[in-house]
């Protein structure tokens, strides 16, 4: 059964960091473009990053640039969302996303208190 599976959304300051993870079950995890998004409660998801098959090449939302960085290792099947410099406004669930399969993860909450 494919799945997406995310962890590592909590509660954190302003101004601090947090990892999201997401791991991919199910499928050939290695070939597929990544994407992670955010929503809030009555809002569209919003793409945040974007990250290539082999990892070379990176995307991200105006939002997060500068403060966010996907990763991804291929042998462990999981794409990360290294989230540092926090603010209020990033309080949201995060998603991964394989776009081949349109398939989503259960989202991860995370807070950010001011």
């Known amino acids: 059964q494919r799945q997406l599976v995310e962890s590592g959304g909590g509660l954190v300051q302003a101004g601090g960091s947090l990892r999201l993870s997401c791991v991919a079950r199910?499928?050939?995890?290695?070939?597929?473009?990544m994407r992670w998004y955010r929503q809030a409660p009555g809002k569209e998801r919003e793409l945040v990053a974007t990250i290539s098959d082999t990892g070379r090449t990176t995307t991200y939302g105006d939002a997060v640039k500068g403060r966010f960085t996907i990763s991804r290792d291929n042998a462990q099947n999981t794409v990360y969302l290294q989230m540092n410099r926090l603010k209020p406004e990033d309080t949201v669930t995060y998603y991964c996303?394989?776009?081949?399969?349109?398939?989503w993860g259960q989202g991860t909450q995370v807070t950010v208190s001011s």
């Open positions: 996303y394989n776009e081949w399969w349109g398939l």
């Open positions: 199910g499928f050939t995890f290695s070939i597929h473009r």
